[in-house]
């Protein structure tokens, strides 16, 4: 276990992702089985324990400790499990010794924690404790209170995973909903020393094709005749696959693009993906909110979206709908071998004879040049889109013959996105980076004008990252230096008003009413375009601006 | 307290109304005993100082030859007569010549701390418990949750981050005075045998530890056109300059740090380290509890720190104890990247 807990702690203040890679890469390399199985499930969140609660290790605590420096270590230290772990006593002097059993490994843990009675957990727990360092504790602890929160995604784990051999990260996220901890199969194939494991999972995840982006010069050396075009859907990708385990039971489940099962969020798809019209198939699309018949904006999709608990007011208010790009299997037939054109005509004799509620498909946009495909790009509209024109985010283009290759293949597949919006505000404080830019001023808050009191004064709009070349960001980094009026910790605020003050062009995806910013708005997926030397501070953009958008957008979607 | 009162806190500082001196004065004195080299408890501008050979060495350096009028040197264990007030420097364990001053007019002994360790050190002399009626403790450290782990543990973090990732320059903040030279020695102990580089700011104070026969290895100043080159290796800074413009240069730099503070993860977090590593000057709870039980005192004053946790550890033994809320200690982070910047 102590190796386990010098592995996350190590890895939660690693700041660069192949660093963390590295670092677990080494771990599992490492460690034998079992332990690592665990460990890779502990990352993963393939773990959960009924009788360890937080309770019970608040209870331990306040046997253990004086309540007047058990307060002022938890305020000094702010987090329970690190302030328990650090202030946990060490056992009574006769039981350290040379007689000491060594710490618990992860697997012992696992299975005492799992077995133990709801009764007897306190003693269970502390016992632990008890035989765990200070690191070890604070690992155990997080564990049980369901939070490791290391910035190690599970993508991150498998990824390092099959970088203990020679496999891509999407084979392993295509047997993993079969598999259980701990994965001592699928540790042998990623070492090379057994094959494949057999997934029995009856509606797995397909690891998905995604699409390079496309600049419009390279359309040039493309075919027309060789593509088929569809509207890009501003959602999110998910997977909807239903089949029928050894009992004949049917088993239906939507995941997220990174194979994420989502279905408990969304019992209205659910709904419609386990009746009976519906047969086994795995379908690639876009989940959507569709009202009336018509597709709303990604800021309605929101609302359904990372939410623990399913809220019924919502469902209805928001009702989730998936537009059908593609079709990987049907009737236990694997179709991502067959090209492009093959697949989409068993896609759309699928929705022809089944209709299935909730599922419609994606249309094919005509078109005949590559100077069509930009005008319906500018203007969704003219080409058949209507009123869903804002749900649209841009084009993609698909080769007809190209098979469903896992991955991000360069050339099968490309996406042509709508230009973003794009609005001019003021530097107004700038945060130190991590890592290799911990010592750039490399992460920004802008505002914009609005009239106020005294005026007009600035307002924050939003906050992005630096995103283009080092020699701008040295730029950057040195305008922040200089112009600095303020310091809080890592944050400086700048000069910012309408004689001396930085502009820059953000770009973003859109606008939403927000109740949680002092502005009103909030920006999707801002980010800094370009440094606007040239332009003067008081001639950035008005809060006004930004708020039409939202006025605008929601008119054209009804 | 109906005696006549031996030491007061003042504004400047603790203060001895019968020797007519204080400890540690913030602010310039007439005449001022210094416990230890650190900016904090080290000013420059009194006018008379007492203070360890080392320790007088250092306030040289760091302020210049004129940094007082006049100095007298404390031998360790040698008792000085002061207006009357027999004061005599004990080892504190805390930088090369920190030491403990002891306070005695004949009916009364008080033990001012400074700042302390207990954890061996190779480039000091460990601490040595006086027992005493009054012991005034420093409290940087003084709560439960801080147990600082064996610094050997600690290092040891360290080449293993050097050996997963040779190909990173590994920067190791540490304050220059002390911590610095205590983190080569532990490198050395460890059998790291490739030189050490170090950080401009860092160099006179370890070129002192040197002459004064503490044994460091092979010791280099990174100079611009190295930094690119430093990949595996370790480069002692002090904290401040991990986030600086100097750090840029350095491939792929992991930021490490060596303190106390590093205990908690919100803090180094808070400051961007991705390597912290816990190894402390001061001494941690436990050392705290056990010092003070060890002088037999039966009054604790607590200078800077957390103060209260310690004042109400000691009450549930049985002491009379005070929070003194000293101002001015516990800056030398501060003092440190002022130092860096000079």
């Known amino acids: ?558 | 307290m109906a005696d006549p009162i031996l030491l007061t806190p003042t504004p400047a500082g603790l203060y001895c109304p019968a020797g007519d001196f204080y400890i540690d004065p913030v602010r310039a004195t007439p005449r001022a005993l210094i416990t230890h080299g650190h900016a904090d408890h080290a000013r420059a501008g009194h006018g008379s100082v007492l203070a360890t050979r080392q320790t007088l060495d250092i306030m040289a350096l760091r302020y210049g030859e004129n940094f007082c009028e006049t100095r007298q040197i404390a031998k360790y264990g040698e008792g000085i007569n002061v207006n009357g007030v027999e004061v005599t420097f004990h080892p504190a364990g805390h930088v090369l010549g920190s030491a403990q001053i002891c306070v005695c007019d004949g009916k009364k002994r008080i033990v001012v701390s400074g700042d302390y360790k207990r954890e061996q050190d190779p480039t000091c002399p460990p601490f040595e418990p006086i027992r005493c009626d009054i012991f005034i403790s420093e409290a940087t450290f003084a709560l439960p949750v801080f147990r600082h782990p064996d610094s050997r543990r600690e290092v040891g973090k360290l080449l293993s981050s050097l050996a997963l990732f040779p190909e990173r320059a590994h920067l190791l903040g540490a304050y220059s005075l002390g911590k610095a030279q205590r983190m080569m020695a532990l490198v050395r102990e460890a059998g790291w045998d490739k030189p050490i580089w170090i950080h401009g700011a860092v160099e006179k104070i370890t070129d002192y530890y040197i002459r004064e026969g503490v044994d460091l290895g092979e010791i280099r100043k990174v100079t611009a056109a190295d930094r690119p080159k430093l990949a595996g290796e370790i480069v002692l800074c002090p904290p401040s300059a991990i986030q600086d413009l100097w750090s840029r240069k350095f491939p792929d730099p992991v930021a490490a740090f060596a303190s106390g503070w590093m205990r908690v993860r919100a803090r180094a977090r808070q400051r961007g380290v991705e390597l912290p590593l816990i190894v402390s000057d001061h001494a941690d709870w436990d050392d705290l509890c056990a010092t003070i039980r060890e002088t037999q005192c039966s009054e604790l004053w607590v200078t800077h720190g957390e103060a209260d946790a310690l004042a109400h550890w000691a009450s549930t033994i049985g002491l009379r104890a005070k929070p003194l809320h000293l101002v001015g200690y516990g800056d030398e982070e501060e003092a440190a990247s002022d130092e860096a910047a000079a």
């Open chain 1, 1 to 558: 276990m102590n190796r386990f807990a010098e592995l996350l702690d190590r890895v939660a203040f690693e700041h660069s992702r192949n660093g963390k890679l590295r670092l677990m890469a080494d771990f599992f390399r490492n460690t034998p089985d079992p332990d690592r199985g665990w460990a890779l499930a502990a990352i993963t969140g393939a773990l959960t324990f009924r009788h360890a609660k937080p309770a019970i290790i608040r209870q331990l605590i306040a046997e253990r400790t004086d309540p007047v420096l058990f307060a002022m270590s938890y305020d000094y230290v702010g987090d329970l499990s690190e302030t328990v772990a650090l202030l946990w006593p060490a056992p009574d002097a006769a039981s350290v010794g040379h007689n000491r059993p060594p710490a618990p490994t992860l697997t012992e843990i696992i299975e005492l924690l799992d077995e133990t009675p709801k009764a007897d957990m306190p003693v269970a727990l502390g016992s632990l404790l008890d035989q765990l360092d200070e690191t070890g504790r604070w690992a155990l602890l997080k564990l049980i209170t369901g939070g490791l929160r290391v910035g190690a995604s599970a993508r991150l784990a498998k990824t390092a995973l099959a970088s203990l051999g020679d496999l891509e990260p999407n084979a392993i996220e295509e047997v993993w909903p079969g598999l259980a901890p701990p994965y001592l199969d699928l540790f042998a194939w990623a070492e090379g020393r057994a094959p494949r494991p057999v997934t029995s999972d009856p509606a797995p995840f397909h690891a998905p094709m995604l699409a390079h982006a496309i600049e419009e010069a390279d359309l040039a050396a493309l075919d027309p005749k060789d593509f088929v075009a569809e509207w890009k859907w501003d959602g999110i990708r998910v997977q909807a696959v239903v089949g029928h385990d050894a009992e004949g039971q049917r088993v239906g489940r939507l995941y997220s693009r990174t194979g994420d099962d989502i279905s408990a969020a969304f019992p209205d798809v659910m709904e419609a993906l386990c009746a009976d019209a519906f047969g086994d198939a795995a379908i690639d699309g876009e989940l959507l909110v569709v009202r009336a018949g018509k597709v709303d904006s990604f800021g309605a999709l929101q609302q359904r979206l990372n939410r623990k608990k399913v809220d019924v007011k919502l469902v209805a208010e928001y009702p989730a709908h998936v537009r059908a790009y593609d079709l990987l299997s049907e009737a236990g037939e694997d179709l991502r071998t067959l090209t492009f054109s093959e697949r989409r005509a068993r896609l759309e004799n699928f929705i022809a004879t089944r209709r299935p509620a909730r599922f419609d498909l994606s249309a094919r946009v005509a078109f005949q040049s590559w100077d069509d495909i930009a005008r319906y790009r500018r203007d969704p509209a003219s080409a058949g889109a209507g009123e869903e024109a804002p749900a649209i985010e841009g084009l993609m283009l698909k080769h007809a013959d190209s098979i469903y290759t896992p991955g991000r293949p360069k050339g099968p597949w490309w996406k042509w996105k709508r230009d973003p919006f794009t609005v001019d505000a003021v530097l107004m404080y700038a945060q130190r980076g991590h890592g290799k830019r911990s010592s750039f001023y490399s992460d920004y808050t802008f505002g914009c004008w609005r009239e106020g009191a005294q005026g007009d004064e600035l307002v924050p709009v939003g906050k992005a990252y630096f995103g283009f070349t080092d020699a701008e960001l040295k730029q950057l980094d040195k305008w922040v230096r200089d112009h600095t009026t303020n310091r809080f910790g890592p944050v400086r605020e700048v000069e910012a008003n309408r004689t001396i003050g930085l502009v820059l062009e953000i770009a973003f995806e859109g606008v939403q009413r927000s109740t949680r910013h002092k502005s009103g708005v909030a920006m999707r997926f801002p980010r800094v375009a370009r440094i606007r030397w040239d332009k003067p501070s008081r001639e950035a953009d008005r809060l006004e601006a930004l708020e039409a958008l939202i006025g605008e957008r929601k008119q054209m979607s009804g």
